[in-house]
């Protein structure tokens, strides 16, 4: 009498996917398809924000005019914006800074079209399009960059992630007392912006952190002030000529 084999529990049926190898990462193309419809999400949402302020700055009083009107307001925007797109992958590393980047860049770009859309469509009010071109070519770098910026903020940690919002904190800061200096009929909004940056680049920094958003915060705005100085002594002595 011939014994028969018994079953063996480990052994795969030909052709039978395997429950590891065979199959393609769980949740990867998840993640991918999250990342593209909350990038539209996040243009579509920069797009209705840059028409709310060309709106908001018929609306706000004169003090209060930099929250709508500014360069601080238009990179914080897109900074929360991709924050929350790179929030809702849950990439980390260096497709998380890349998507953050994107999505700062769409984001920007959907702002410059809101804000001019609205004013050429509804408000009437006229525009070069030089000004157009500057502003949306000056987006391209300043959406990747405070984009990259808040993707490290919602997905990193340590120097990388201090620095960040060094810089982030620097950026409003430095807007807030560009109009608190050159523009005193608009201080009440400028100093709102210079107590945010610093908020910014000292309560947001965990522990090893505060050192790299320090030093960040300081450099940045040193080389942001030279650097205006030295355009503004070029601009005034071709002015001159």
Do not use: K
């Not at 009498?1 to 795969?12: F, Q």
């Not at 990747?144 to 993707?151: E, F, I, K, P, Q």
């Not at 340590?158 to 409003?172: M, Y």
């Amino acid at each position: 009498m011939s014994a028969v084999a018994a079953p063996n529990p480990s052994a795969r049926t030909a052709g039978a996917p395997s429950s590891r190898g065979d199959r393609p990462a769980p949740g990867r193309a998840a993640r991918s398809g999250v990342a593209v419809a909350a990038v539209v999400a996040a243009g579509a949402a920069a797009l209705l924000l840059g028409a709310a302020t060309e709106v908001g700055q018929g609306v706000l009083p004169t003090a209060w005019g930099p929250l709508a009107g500014s360069v601080a307001a238009w990179a914080v925007i897109p900074a929360l914006l991709a924050g929350v797109v790179v929030s809702a992958t849950g990439w980390r590393g260096r497709r998380a800074e890349g998507l953050g980047a994107v999505s700062g860049l769409v984001a920007t770009e959907a702002l410059v079209a809101g804000y001019y859309g609205w004013a050429a469509l509804v408000s009437g009010t006229p525009h070069a399009v030089a000004s157009v071109a500057v502003w949306a070519g000056a987006g391209v770098v300043s959406g990747a960059l405070v984009g990259a910026c808040a993707a490290a903020v919602a997905a990193g940690s340590g120097h990388v992630r201090g620095a960040a919002l060094g810089l982030l904190g620097a950026l409003v800061l430095a807007d807030g007392l560009r109009s608190v200096l050159l523009f005193p009929w608009q201080a009440a909004g400028g100093w709102l912006f210079v107590v945010s940056g610093v908020l910014v680049a000292t309560l947001l920094p965990r522990r090893g952190e505060r050192t790299a958003a320090g030093l960040v915060l300081v450099c940045s705005l040193a080389l942001g002030a030279g650097g205006y100085a030295v355009l503004d002594a070029v601009v005034t002595l071709a002015g001159s000529r």
